[in-house]
């Protein structure tokens, strides 16, 4: 049973920065995507950033680029979020999901149970 435990949010200024962790267990870090989704007030769920624990690779929504970072630990099984230049947009919910991609949330069976992340102007 894959389980994801987010934790990092927090309330911050505009311009601020957090680090977001999400831990896998039961999952298999053998190329596997892991990715990372907000979903804001009234808003759908959004695809935020990737992470291929094969041969590295990364993806990003084009809002997020050049602020954030995903990156994962040596076991494959703690992957980060890096908020930076955080905005009021970026506020929302963001939760891990295992074994799919940023723009293929529909695909997502395994989630986590979120972290508030607030960005005041």
């Known amino acids: 049973q894959v389980q994801l435990v987010e934790s990092g949010g927090g309330s911050v200024q505009a311009g601020g920065s957090l680090r977001l962790s999400c831990v896998a267990s039961g999952y298999s870090s053998s190329r596997n995507w892991i990715s990372w989704f907000r979903q804001a007030p009234g808003k759908e769920r959004e695809g935020v950033a990737s992470i291929y624990t094969g041969v590295l690779q990364t993806r990003y929504t084009d809002s997020v680029k050049g602020r954030f970072t995903i990156s994962r630990d040596n076991s494959g099984n703690t992957v980060y979020l890096q908020l930076n230049s955080l905005k009021p947009e970026d506020t929302g919910i963001y939760y891990c999901?295992?074994?799919?991609?940023?723009?293929?949330?529909?695909?997502?069976?395994?989630w986590g149970q979120g972290t508030q992340v607030t960005v005041s102007s």
């Open positions: 999901a295992a074994y799919c991609f940023l723009a293929e949330s529909s695909r997502c069976n395994y």
